[in-house]
């Protein structure tokens, strides 16, 4: 059923909202997938905070003009799947490298990245970004580590006169073998 002009600009509006909040967006080509594959993907992208959009391009233009996901525009020609992330910037890259690694039809055009638009062709790459959760406890390693190297330098003239008195004790404690 088509869109009245007033529908039109609500749903313009509302795509404009979503790509001022996104922190990564992305377009793909979703030629060939059935419905239950749609349904699949779907299903996944929520689970993994990821908004999908099918909406004519004409739409999609105006929604992300003048906003970060902008460079989007360059990417939207034929049928046109959207993907909005409002947290995880490396989640839709992920998103479509998993499914299209079970459904060849998918074929990611482009993702725009803190205004950066990427070809489609790097989506390993940004799928490889780590989530906000393993960035922390990269970094958390990251400071923890000298912190425990210098608690172990410091430990260590200890363990050592620990370890000599233990074997020292040890080889008093035994007694000679009589041959």
């Known amino acids: ?18 790509a001022e909040g996104a922190v990564a967006a992305a377009s793909a080509d979703y030629r060939g997938l059935n419905v239950e594959e749609m349904t699949d993907l779907r299903r996944r992208a929520r689970s993994a905070g990821v908004t999908l959009r099918v909406v004519k391009n004409t739409l999609s233009r ?9 460079n989007l525009a360059e990417t939207l020609t034929g049928p046109t799947l959207l993907a909005f992330a409002n947290d995880d910037p490396g989640a839709i ?6 499914f299209a690694g079970q459904h060849e039809l998918l074929q990611p ?15 390993n790459r ?17 400071l923890k580590a000298p912190m425990q190297k210098l ?10 006169l620990a370890r000599v008195l233990a074997a020292r004790r040890d080889q008093v404690d035994t007694p000679a073998d009589a041959g």
Do not use: W
């Not at 608690?151 to 050592?160: F, H, I, S």
């Open 126 to 142: 940004i799928a490889s970004l780590p989530t906000l959760d393993g960035a922390r406890a990269r970094l958390l390693g990251t």
């Open 62 to 70: 105006r929604a992300v003009e003048n906003t970060p996901c902008e």
């Open 1 to 18: 059923m088509p869109l009245n002009l007033q529908q039109k600009k609500d749903l313009v509006e509302h795509l404009r909202t979503e």
């Open 109 to 123: 055009r482009g993702f725009v990245l803190d205004g950066t638009l990427y070809s489609g062709d790097q989506t």
């Open 151 to 160: 608690a172990a330098t410091l430990a260590e003239p200890q363990a050592k």
């Open 93 to 98: 890259a992920r998103l479509f490298k998993d």
